[in-house]
């Protein structure tokens, strides 16, 4: 039962995280955080996160729903015992539109959003400008490989850390 409800309260921390990113999908200027699709991103992230002996992601997302032509896939670390949980939002073209990533240490959490970053195409200077521009709990940098503004917004619960990435032109 005590993992029942920590799972309810992860879920609902992620739902927050996700209405928040629902929003920013749909605003004027809103466009995809990464060209390609969740299996890309995924094997893309655990070839960087074994190479620096990280934890990995589950290799197949598994579809959770689809919403306002927005797919949602999650994928859980490996090992569990890491507790992360990452959602990625595939548009209506296939590519990632945002990205959610729950953790329950900040340790683990910093780790699954500096791989996502890398796949994204920050570099050094950006992950350093990132820094530098955070306001309360969110942050924006232009990541010229990608040509977009990458926005990164940090949300806390008595259970977890979330951050959900998205972008804007």
Known sequence: MKNFNLLRKIIFALALALTFSYGQAFAADAVQVYDKDEKTFV??????????????????????????????????????????????????????????ISAKSVEKLQEALTVSLIIIGLNEKEFDSLADNQKENSTTVWCESAQRNIHVEFFATNESIDVVIDATK
């Open 43 to 100: 094997a893309l992230y655990n070839q960087i996160a074994s190479k620096e002996k990280l934890f990995t992601l589950e290799t197949t997302p598994q579809f959770v729903e689809n919403r306002d032509n927005i797919q949602v896939y999650r994928t859980n670390s490996i090992p569990a015992d890491a507790n992360v949980k990452a959602l990625l939002l595939k548009n209506a073209s296939g590519a990632i539109s945002s990205i959610a």
